[in-house]
């Protein structure tokens, strides 16, 4: 199509009304900062995809507490969660932040305890963290969509604009949202930190993103790459050929809550045989 | 007329020095909470809405209670309620003004608090009650303004306001329903996913805030020469026991719900808050106080008898108050985070810094309502003997 010099003038003029304007500068690349680079601004190439990602977890895998213990540091030493401790160095419960934690079975899924099971069985350990739902209530709740989901199913959470009404929290049936009710940094071990990940700031909420600044590299999890052998899976539900997919076809899951309709992308194994 | 909150005598004004003083004090620790966050507070990681939100939930339903004299008297021309529904409007005002004072309070990122505009979130309940709150302050703003002027002037108010007065009525019912929901649409929490819940509200609210107003009348009446009217006091008093015994009925469903259908999730919050559980029981002395006064109350307010000797009314419209501010203000919070998602018991119980900020934003809610209240004196005092027609 041709145009001439005045319907050129014309368009122009009524887009940059619009605001258009600012997108048509922006495909000319002039209104990047100058110490931008393409990395920063466009998708890596060796970053991960899913349609829908989930996790499955083994628990039978996990050998020895230590076990576990790599697992939640891993986590919380990627992520900078602060350690609140009490003097006695038992954990301050008061200012506690949880991405991923270890509850027992009675605990993670209440109510299907009986009378009858064994000690073992009802203090067994799980691991727990945001379950990334379908159709998450902390989501629905939020007057800011400071938490949202992705395209991918990973509900995430911007600290940046999340105003500390703690909505999401009265709303998370899995208890998988911590505030942070003072500074963080304050309980983050200089000789730890994790430079290249942000610390935050007192008055937000933080959760469990599975590991989306990883994904985005090429990385899986922290947690699964801290795991034994065998005990958590992470993959693209929604592709028949995954781990996650053939193990929750052939196997017997269990998710946390699943009558509440919310829909959890995490999966527990029960029974413990080899995996695909 | 606003010049009229700045002319009194000696003990007005050492009333409003006072409560300046008590605000004070909640600004003062506001700024210790503002800079160390909201740790200084006895809310943690389980328990993580506590005495703010409820006195917010709370005053939600006094501000709502303005619509119980608004009904009777715009739409059935029930005229004793002429002089008092100004205080009613009035009353609104202030106890809106508190609401947003709490929900400031328990902010944790308080500049942010533009983001709820600037993200306008409809999926949210969130959203929708803070527009609902605004506008219903707008509102009783604009009528009790309008409708006093005009009782100044001695003339009838204009005919606009009356579509103003109208609206008040389903929107004063709508911020106490959308503030309900806030609580009985969120499946993590069994105590609050009850669908009787925005009627349990707006009964207890049309029983504690019309008790209030009863109290603030009676002290107006000793303290000034504006007399709100025998009467109309009577009148609400008859009101306040209708809609107690409509809440103490909503209550008692919930319970038949929560023990009859034996789901062990729907009665262990009634259980801590009742009897204790998991071997804690610290608010079980204060909920069964709730319920003492509550039956004390009932009992005053269904005889005639006692309901006309406005001593005992006063006595019990003061127990209805402190039994459904123990209930709505402390109790149902509370018990809707206890037990929590792992179904264990963490409790909570608030910090001195936190009760004198709660303090102070009531001190700021009563200091608006007193300049408020010695403007509708003021102008009554002057009209006094003339009948009104709005």
């Known amino acids: 199509m041709s145009m001439d010099r005045r319907q050129f003038l014309k368009i122009a003029g009524i887009s940059s009304i619009l605001g258009f304007g600012a997108s048509v500068a922006s495909a000319t690349h002039t209104i990047w900062e100058p110490g931008l680079k393409p990395p920063q601004v466009e998708p890596n190439p060796d970053g991960l995809i899913a349609k829908r990602w989930a996790m499955v977890v083994d628990m039978s895998k996990f050998k020895t507490d230590e076990d576990i213990k790599k697992v939640t540091t891993a986590c919380h030493q990627t992520h900078n969660v602060p350690d609140f401790r009490n003097p006695d160095g038992t954990v301050d419960k008061k200012f506690e932040i949880k991405w991923i934690w270890e509850e027992p079975y009675e605990r993670t899924f209440p109510g299907s305890e009986n009378k009858f099971m064994s000690e073992h069985i009802k203090d067994m350990p799980f691991i727990v963290l945001c379950n990334h739902c379908d159709n998450p209530p902390c989501v629905r709740v939020c007057p800011t969509q400071a938490t949202f989901k992705l395209p991918n199913g990973i509900t995430m959470q911007d600290m940046h604009r999340c105003i500390g009404c703690r909505f999401c929290m009265a709303a998370c049936p899995y208890g998988s949202r911590s505030f942070n009710w003072t500074d963080p940094r304050k309980a983050i071990n200089p000789a730890t930190e994790n430079k290249a990940y942000p610390t935050r700031t007192k008055g937000v909420v933080e959760k469990c993103t599975f590991c989306t600044e990883r994904l985005q590299v090429g990385k899986l999890p922290a947690c699964v790459e801290a795991a034994p052998k065998g005990a958590m899976f992470f993959g693209d539900i929604e592709d028949p050929n995954s781990e996650v997919r053939k193990i929750v076809t052939s196997q017997l899951t269990i998710r946390r809550k699943p009558e509440l309709g919310t829909g959890p992308a995490v999966y527990y194994v029960i029974g413990g045989s080899d995996h695909a | ?390």
Request: glycine share 8%; aromatic share 16%.
């Open chain 2, 1 to 390: 007329m606003l010049e009229k909150a700045f002319e009194g005598g000696k003990k007005y004004w050492a009333w409003l020095f006072f409560l300046g003083a008590l605000s004070a004090v909640g600004v003062y620790y506001y700024i210790q909470q503002f800079q160390f966050g909201l740790g200084l507070t006895g809310m943690h990681r389980d328990v993580s809405w506590g005495l703010y939100i409820g006195q917010f939930t709370f005053l939600v339903g006094v501000a709502a209670s303005a619509v119980m004299l608004v009904i009777p008297y715009y739409l059935h021309d029930f005229k004793k309620f002429g002089k008092i529904v100004i205080l009613g409007e009035f009353l609104a005002i202030s106890a809106v003004t508190m609401c947003i004072l709490f929900i400031f309070v328990d902010m944790g990122q308080p500049m942010r608090i533009m983001n709820v505009i600037l993200h306008p979130t409809p999926n949210s309940v969130m959203f929708w009650d803070s527009v609902v709150l605004s506008g219903y302050l707008a509102i009783n703003a604009l009528v009790g303004w309008v409708t006093l002027s005009a009782d100044r002037k001695g003339v009838p108010p204009p005919k606009w306001i009356k579509f103003f007065i109208y609206l008040s009525i389903p929107w004063a019912v709508s911020i106490h329903t959308v503030t309900a929901f806030l609580y009985s649409g969120l499946p993590a929490r069994h105590f609050w996913l009850s669908a009787v819940m925005a009627a349990r509200f707006l009964a207890s609210a049309f029983a504690a805030g019309p008790a209030l107003l009863i109290i603030l009348a009676l002290i107006v009446r000793k303290i000034s020469k504006f007399d709100p009217g025998k009467e109309a006091i009577q009148a609400i008093g008859k009101i306040v026991a209708y809609a107690m015994f409509a809440n103490v009925f909503l209550l008692g469903l919930e319970f038949f719900t929560a023990f009859y259908s034996g789901i062990p999730g729907h009665a262990a919050s009634f259980l801590y808050l009742y009897v204790g559980l998991e071997g804690h029981s610290e608010l079980v002395p204060m909920m069964w106080t709730s319920t003492v006064l509550a039956i004390i109350s009932l009992f005053l307010l269904v005889f005639p008898a006692a309901r006309k000797k406005e001593g005992l009314l006063a006595f019990a419209c003061l127990s209805l108050f402190i039994s459904l501010w123990i209930d709505k203000g402390f109790g149902l919070i509370i018990g809707g985070f206890v037990p929590n998602p792992f179904e264990e018991v963490h409790p909570y119980w608030p910090t001195m810094p936190e009760a004198l900020i709660t303090l102070g934003v009531w001190a700021i809610g009563f200091l608006i309502l007193s300049m408020l209240y010695k403007i509708a004196i003021s102008v009554r005092e002057r009209t006094a003997g003339i009948e009104i027609e709005h």
